[in-house]
């Protein structure tokens, strides 16, 4: 589903080059649920911002749904992330001046949707995600936890093949936090392809596979014992 | 077009919206009324006077004795026809774009019952008609027996030609020729009718009244002196004034040459209309301000939101919005405040203009500036538009994924 090789994201600027991502290889298969650890700025929200066709990268190659994606112009970027791709943000992202409902619709109304099947797709997401009674509210009437399961509603609702979380539950409580997660798994169960950055543990340990960055690179989990041990157990505790 | 969601949006940044709408409905008020003005103004200065102007110049004396106007005349007339390049020298009351010299309300009967119209009577001698370069359409030109003495103003009763206008308007549907009308105990008969002859001045009374004038022939007199009118070649018509001018000097040393009124009437139309030239500069002046300021607004506001919502911007790439859906939504949100600002300039218009019909006798607005002046806010809407959308088009989608 998503297979990058010797991928390489450089920052220029006049005087220093940064690598964010270097010699950088991951191979996730359809169906998966991947989990990306890492400390703060090892790349791991870069990695996802190229994954989800967010930002170019400078080297390598990058085949998505096996598509080699680095020649495409920004319109077909659009309609793949529009089509494919499926966004959960740590800020959730919603548009504050429109109402959730509106919200849901923005990536539907992007994709030329009809409206009958676009009013169906949304009243079905926001039922998944229990929100129905809440179609009316803008996002600042709503709790944290209320506002990134708006967000899931509107990944859920275009049907992605791929969904990216970005620190999902960063910034809910845990009993909010575990209800986000749960709604994750739960479209993984539906057959979505998911990609999850976080700085987690026990997050991480939810997922059918852990890739770990460390300085743009990914690393072999094996030699990292004590963080493996660790999620182990924080995985127990969040069940 | 998404109009639901962008007026959705709009909902949520009313006080901006509302200000900027009213900004273009003043705008429109303004435009339409200042258009239709300045349209007025400038088919004022495109009447059609009838005579030959370019041909044509007029020469007025004064300070002579007017006993001795019958030989000022004679003088005069005969000096001036040696110039070289003179076509023709003939006396007359007045010319069009000059002033005034006899204007009358005129009546259908003997008895003063039936108004007919209030007209400028062109009084002129023998050779004038020609020299006018009138265009008959009925009837027939003056004869040598059509001019008549002028014991006052006009004839006692003369044969005269009217203007197919004031034709239409004194007798609609009917032949004129033959009909009479009086002013007072002054009798007239129309033994012929001419296309086009403005009334001096230009156009005072409004634009359908400007040819309400009669041509009436005359014997110069005392009554009928000290203007002349002059015919030459256009090319050698300036050079004839000045000669003409000079040789007054001569052939008449006690008359004074008015400066003012002595001019080629392509002159005179020149300076006459001078003030409404003025005016339309000034107005067109006015609109391209307003519009600037309007424009401005729009640039302003549209920058600020661009500016404010640039994150929001990224989360609708990330979602798949393409560039030219980012940019079709700030045209279409400026689309729809233009619009709102329209309307509601639309019945401002409409309210401006029966206020200067009050109190400035304007005309009533003729319908269709409001879609005129509606099109060129569309189009000034969406060229002000145009930067900060585009601008709003370049953010790319990772802005979506940085906090603010």
């Not at chain 2, 003939?90 to 006899?102: K, L």
């Not at chain 2, 004031?166 to 007072?184: I, M, N, Q, R």
């Not at chain 2, 003012?260 to 003025?278: E, H, I, N, P």
């Amino acid at each position: 589903m998503l297979k990058m090789n010797h991928l390489s994201k450089v920052y220029r600027t006049e005087v220093v080059e940064t690598y964010a991502l270097r010699d950088f290889n991951i191979d996730v298969k359809e169906g998966e649920f991947v989990a990306v650890t890492g400390p703060s700025g090892s790349g791991k929200t870069t990695f996802l911002t190229i994954a989800g066709l967010l930002e170019t990268f400078s080297g390598g190659e990058y085949y998505l749904d096996g598509i080699e994606v680095s020649n495409l112009n920004d319109n077909a970027r659009s309609k793949i992330r529009n089509e494919k791709i499926g966004f959960i943000f740590q800020a959730f992202n919603l548009i504050p001046d429109l109402n959730v409902y509106d919200n849901i619709e923005v990536p539907l109304r992007y994709r030329g949707m009809k409206t009958a099947e676009r009013k169906q797709r949304i009243m079905d997401a926001l039922e998944r995600v229990g929100l129905s009674s809440r179609a009316r509210h803008y996002p600042a009437e709503l709790s944290g936890g209320q506002q990134q399961r708006v967000a899931i509603a509107r990944a859920l609702a275009g049907s992605p093949r791929l969904l990216l979380a970005d620190e999902p539950t960063g910034n809910l409580d845990t009993q909010m936090a575990r209800g986000v997660l749960e709604l994750i798994e739960d479209i993984h169960r539906g057959g979505a392809t998911i990609v999850m950055v976080t700085h987690d543990p026990e997050l991480a340990a939810r997922a059918q596979r852990n890739v770990h960055i460390i300085d743009g690179q990914v690393v072999d989990l094996a030699e990292e014992p004590r963080f493996h041990a660790h999620a182990a157990e924080a995985a127990h505790e969040y069940r | 077009m998404q109009i639901q969601p962008v007026l959705a949006a709009l909902g949520r940044h009313r006080l901006a919206t509302v200000l900027i709408a009213l900004e273009i409905a003043l705008a429109c008020a303004v435009l339409c009324n200042a258009c239709f003005l300045i349209a007025s103004r400038w088919q004022l200065t495109r009447i059609n006077s009838g005579v030959d102007e370019s041909s044509l110049a007029a020469l007025k004396l004064t300070g002579y004795d007017d006993a001795k106007a019958d030989d000022l005349n004679a003088r005069v007339l005969s000096g001036l026809r040696m110039i070289p390049g003179m076509q023709s020298v003939s006396v007359i009351n007045a010319v069009p774009f000059g002033e005034h010299a006899a204007t009358a309300g005129i009546t259908l009967d003997a008895a003063g019952q039936h108004f007919g119209a209030v007209v400028d009577f062109y009084v002129a001698g023998p050779g004038s008609f020609q020299a006018l370069g009138l265009r008959l359409v009925a009837g027939r030109a003056p004869q040598a027996d059509d001019y008549q003495p002028v014991h006052s103003f006009v004839p006692d009763d003369a044969s005269v030609l009217v203007t197919r206008a004031l034709a239409e308007h004194l007798w609609p549907g009917s032949d004129p020729l033959g009909k009479e009308f009086w002013v007072d105990k002054f009798h007239f008969r129309v033994a012929g009718v001419v296309a086009h002859l403005a009334r001096p001045g230009g156009g005072e009374g409004g634009p359908g009244k400007i040819e309400w004038s009669v041509f009436v022939p005359g014997q110069p007199g005392q009554q009928l002196a000290g203007v002349y009118l002059l015919r030459a070649k256009p090319a050698q018509l300036p050079r004839v004034l000045r000669d003409a001018r000079a040789a007054i000097a001569r052939i008449a040393p006690d008359a004074v040459v008015d400066s003012q009124a002595s001019r080629t009437l392509g002159d005179l139309r020149q300076r006459y209309f001078q003030q409404d030239r003025a005016m339309a500069g000034m107005l067109l002046g006015v609109i391209a301000a307003l519009l600037l300021v309007t424009a401005l607004g729009i640039v302003g506001l549209a920058s600020f939101w661009v500016q404010q919502r640039r994150r929001q911007i990224g989360i609708r790439r990330a979602l798949g919005a393409t560039r030219r859906d980012i940019l079709h939504y700030f045209q279409t949100e400026n689309f729809l405040i233009v619009t709102g600002g329209i309307a509601l300039g639309m019945l401002l218009a409409f309210g401006l203009n029966l206020f200067l019909m009050k109190h400035y006798e304007l005309l009533r607005l003729p319908l269709y500036y409001l879609p005129i002046g509606a099109i060129a806010l569309w189009l000034l809407g969406q060229l002000a538009v145009l930067g900060p959308a585009l601008r709003a088009a370049a953010v790319p989608p990772v802005v979506a994924t940085r906090s603010v």
